[in-house]
């Protein structure tokens, strides 16, 4: 089903001004921007907001990507986590030929880009991997098959005990809001939201387990990791307390 609805869809394509090179699949559609100088540098500030599971789960085995893109994200789990084996699932040929043009290294023993449907990974995959990215949007925007109470129900099962999901929402405010509804219902941990500084991206984290990292603890880890990430992570912690208390607040809200 997805595969003929990727038929239909805009063809990706390349800009490339100012030293930077950014992947459409239309003039207001923009899925990644790279540095040509820094390709590991993550430049838009979702996918550092992305990077916060780390003062969730330090030290991943294994991290699983729905959708390639431009593979920002990709590439700095690549460059900044060696222990750590990364997984992409890109159904979109033509976005996986295009890895060469935006930096994304070969595959090896712990990097793999995999052609195929993300729904049916997961759904294939219980206990799969430690850390769950979702990043699969096409020219629509985000695709309803990766949005369905089904979908989230089968990411649930894919992570491993005390694993994290996190998805980027680029989507109408009802459909991101649907879909950060229907996470809450597969997560026991409930969901965290995180607005982008820039842009219109909600990254929303759900967790394998009943509670959340304590805020001296994401602070802890936030110092620890600090000279390994290029990354500002007590930044990243502060605001993953805030959404935290936010998190609990509007769940106080809602069980008065």
């Not at 950060?180 to 991206?201: P, W």
């Not at 984290?205 to 500002?232: C, V, Y």
Request: with cysteine; charged share 25%; glycine share 8%.
């Amino acid at each position: 089903m997805l595969r003929r609805r990727l038929r239909r869809q805009a063809r990706p394509f390349l800009c490339q001004e100012r030293g930077e090179v950014s992947l459409h699949f239309g003039m207001q559609a923009l899925q990644s921007r790279m540095l040509a100088a820094d390709p590991n540098r993550l430049v838009l500030d979702y996918t550092r907001a992305v990077m916060s599971f780390l003062l969730v789960h330090p030290e991943p085995r294994h991290i699983v990507m729905i959708g390639l893109g431009g593979g920002s994200l990709a590439k700095y789990c690549h460059a900044y986590l060696p222990r750590a084996r990364f997984t992409a699932v890109e159904i979109n040929p033509e976005v996986i030929a295009m890895r060469g043009l935006f930096a994304v290294p070969p595959d090896d023993e712990r990097f793999a880009v995999v052609e195929g449907d993300g729904m049916q990974w997961v759904r294939e995959h219980p206990d799969g991997c430690d850390v769950l990215l979702l990043d699969g949007f096409d020219s629509g925007g985000l695709p309803d098959a990766l949005s369905s109470q089904q979908f989230y129900d089968d990411c649930a099962r894919a992570l491993c005990p005390g694993g994290i999901l996190v998805s980027n929402l680029w989507a109408p405010p009802r459909k991101r809001d649907l879909a950060i509804e229907r996470l809450r219902a597969s997560f026991e941990s409930g969901v965290v939201t995180l607005d982008a500084e820039q842009g219109e991206n909600t990254v929303v984290l759900a967790r394998r387990a009943p509670s959340w990292p304590t805020p001296d603890l994401l602070h802890r880890r936030a110092r620890e990791l600090a000279p390994q990430h290029a990354l500002d992570l007590q930044a990243a912690a502060r605001r993953l307390e805030d959404a935290l208390l936010g998190a609990r607040l509007d769940d106080d809200t809602n069980a008065s």
